[in-house]
């Protein structure tokens, strides 16, 4: 049952009418949704249906996409006109690209370039979809999705000096993105990872940049503002922006026995603790699970097995820690750690974590805007206003 926040001045009318306080809409539902569901206190994340230690680590990009867009899983020959459809729209115009060569020259942040770029996209021109094997799906929302990794990997490129790659029609989504950065011929353990990974972030709930994504469209407004709205949300350190700093922070440990002392020092100076902590999870959010044993299999075939170590000593040393200087409040850890790391063994610099996280999470904003549409309901929640009143006017020479 959904229960709205209710206003005591139904029952007691005043001049004023006080809306009841929830800072930060903490524990507020305002609709339902098919999505995922998100149970913070047994720790468990069901997409779709589905849970996520079930289908995260078997489900490509693309089928993730299905699934949330229709509610099932796609047959065989629905996933390759999606393989198609999404091949059909990958490249980007030369506008957006022009836009995304001033972003290097002026070597803005990868997240900046690609909400630019994103604005940019000309989702009007989209072909037509050339099938009914795709029911539920638009031009419009598969041009976004599938110019996305295109953008994030053009950028990449670009700001090192380096032209963009032509997208390749043969390859996957993620397959076709890692060829996108460097070139090389993806081996299936990265594309594997890749599709773990962004699988593992597509949904998740009523998140900041998800609640952004709905409020824009609720207003009647369209899907790419959306989901240039959430981009906006999701580069925030306190949401999707924290994985660059989590391995910073593991990296500037540097070796287990420096753990401890660095940690507890930060937790003195009062700072956080970047990957651990989150608004609904009070146990260890289930993504850092599927995404540590993600890693552990990338580590133990092409990449740096120590940094696989510390990084699990650093989190039970900071999980450790939290108990100790914040008791009772269950700080454990959550998606960005092992996002980092993850990543990190793909070979993607600090900067492009969150980036690579939108292009997951798009899949989501777009199912999440379609249930809003279909809702029809504007989302305007209130604020208690605690300024001042019947102030005098004073003329500006009297000031
Ligand atoms: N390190 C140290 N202390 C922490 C941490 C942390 N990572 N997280 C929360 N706390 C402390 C707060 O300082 C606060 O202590 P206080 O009451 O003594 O002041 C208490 O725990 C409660 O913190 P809140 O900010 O009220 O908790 P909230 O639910 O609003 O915060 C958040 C959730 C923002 C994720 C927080 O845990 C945090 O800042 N974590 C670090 C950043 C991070 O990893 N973000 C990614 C989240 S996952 C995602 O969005 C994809």
């Not at 050339?130 to 539920?136: E, Y």
């Not at 306190?238 to 660095?262: C, K, N, S, W, Y």
């Not at 940094?307 to 454990?332: C, F, I, S």
Request: with cysteine.
């Amino acid at each position: 049952m959904i229960t709205e926040i209710s206003s005591p001045s139904a029952s007691a009318p005043s001049r004023h009418p006080t809306p009841e306080l929830y800072p930060g809409l903490a524990g507020v539902a305002m609709s339902t949704t098919r999505l995922s569901r998100v149970d913070g206190e047994g720790g468990r994340l069901t997409l779709a249906g589905h849970a996520l230690e079930d289908i995260a680590s078997r489900a490509t990009f693309e089928e993730m996409l299905y699934l949330l867009w229709t509610g099932g899983l796609p047959g065989q020959e629905q996933l390759g006109t999606l393989h198609d459809e999404l091949v059909r729209r990958r490249n980007l115009s030369p506008a957006t690209l022009e836009l995304l060569r001033h972003a290097a020259r002026r070597s803005m942040s990868p997240m900046d370039a690609l909400r630019m770029a994103a604005g940019s996209f000309d989702l009007a021109d989209e072909p037509a979809l050339d099938s009914t094997q795709l029911a539920g799906f638009d031009a419009t929302t598969l041009g976004l999705v599938a110019k996305m990794p295109t953008a994030v990997a053009a950028y990449h490129r670009l700001r090192r000096g380096e032209e963009p790659l032509e997208p390749r029609p043969e390859l996957s989504s993620s397959a076709d993105f890692l060829h996108g950065l460097d070139g090389r011929e993806p081996s299936a353990a990265r594309e594997r990872a890749l599709d773990t990974y962004l699988a593992t972030v597509s949904d998740h709930g009523l998140n900041a940049s998800t609640f952004t994504a709905r409020v824009i469209v609720s207003t009647g407004s369209d899907v790419l503002s959306a989901v240039v709205g959430a981009l906006g949300a999701l580069k925030g350190p306190l949401h999707g922006g924290a994985p660059g700093p989590a391995l910073d922070m593991v990296f500037e440990i540097g070796r287990p026995e420096r753990a401890e002392a660095f940690l507890r020092a930060k937790l003195e100076r009062g700072e956080r603790l970047m990957g651990f902590g989150h608004r609904v999870y009070r146990v260890r959010d289930p993504r850092a699970e599927v995404l540590r044993e993600a890693a552990r299999e990338l580590f133990a075939e092409d990449a740096d097995a120590g940094l696989y170590a510390l990084t699990r000593h650093v989190e039970r040393t900071a999980v450790a820690l939290l108990a100790e200087y914040k008791p009772g409040r269950r700080l454990d850890t959550n998606v960005e750690l092992y996002t980092a790391l993850l990543l990190h063994g793909l070979g993607l610099p600090n900067d492009l974590f969150t980036p690579v996280f939108a292009i997951g999470r798009t899949a989501g904003w777009v199912a999440h805007c379609r249930e809003q549409k279909a809702e029809g309901r504007l989302i305007r929640p209130r604020l208690v206003y605690d300024g001042p009143e019947d102030l005098p006017w004073v003329p500006v020479g009297e000031r």
